[in-house]
């Protein structure tokens, strides 16, 4: 883990979270928590009658918002639009087996086979929800023995533009991988630029306002040093901050192609 002195925009830990939003809280825990056994954490009581359920991916929070209102719900193929479109999984190669065991116990479609060239063992599955998952299994490491890793693909018309945002605004490092030929690190998390073409529609929008992986968050300090830190850099803020309730302030940054970034900091 990096020094908090050199995490950017005043980040708490070396990592990003995942905000979905669900309507099935159940098939939630199944799948996160039976299946892919990530690690439960208290669920958080949230404004509107709404809660939050929360795994520990590694390092990396995924949040699933269960309650919200999605009636315009944008249902498609997300390998085909803009936005957040899938989740890596990184796992210790020795942990396959009974994954896949309780994929077959708990009734759910085996995970598919990847055809790669290169690198660790891959394969797609498809949460109760809808979205998709790249579960990529790594020999065991000694020095790492609870591998657990998420990065985040991102579909977007200028992966070039969009790096730039990653790099200059954001405080993210680009680095060389197998996988995919624009990835951008942030510590214990990554983001994969995809190249979409324009005319594709955009899945992207507030937990409100879609089902899906909905926003990318970065959990901070302060706020409105944040704030100061983004508009000096040429960022610029889509949602000024405001409090949530007596549980913490947060403030939106639009990333590429519209994805939200949500900065949150506890109360």
Avoid: W
């Amino acid at each position: 883990m990096k020094p908090q002195t050199d995490l950017p925009l005043g980040l708490v830990e070396d990592h990003l979270n995942l905000v979905f939003s669900v309507s099935n809280g159940s098939a939630i825990e199944t799948f996160y928590g039976d299946v892919l056994g990530l690690r439960r954490i208290p669920n958080v009581e949230l404004p509107g009658g709404r809660h939050m359920i929360r795994y520990h991916g590694g390092a990396t929070e995924l949040k699933f918002i269960v309650g919200a209102s999605a009636d315009n719900a944008l249902i498609v193929d997300p390998f085909e639009a803009r936005g957040i479109r899938g989740l890596h999984s990184h796992r210790r190669a020795s942990r396959r087996q009974s994954i896949f065991s309780r994929f077959n116990m708990c009734g759910l479609e085996e995970p598919r086979a990847l055809s790669t060239s290169a690198g660790p063992a891959q394969y797609s599955a498809i949460d109760p929800a809808g979205n998709s998952l790249t579960l990529s299994f790594y020999n065991d490491d000694p020095i790492q023995p609870d591998l657990t890793r998420m990065h985040f693909d991102f579909g977007v018309v200028d992966p070039g533009r969009s790096g730039q945002f990653l790099q200059d605004i954001l405080g993210m490092t680009p680095v060389l991988s197998h996988d995919v030929p624009l990835q951008y690190q942030l510590g214990q998390s990554a983001i994969n630029l995809h190249a979409v073409p324009e005319d594709r529609p955009a899945l992207v929008g507030m937990p409100h306002e879609m089902q899906g992986m909905s926003l990318l968050q970065f959990v901070v300090h302060d706020v409105y040093k944040a704030r100061e830190m983004i508009l000096a850099k040429g960022g610029s803020i889509s949602i000024e901050p405001y409090n949530v309730g007596d549980l913490a302030v947060v403030m939106f940054v639009l990333g590429p192609d519209g994805i939200p970034i949500e900065f949150g900091a506890a109360m």
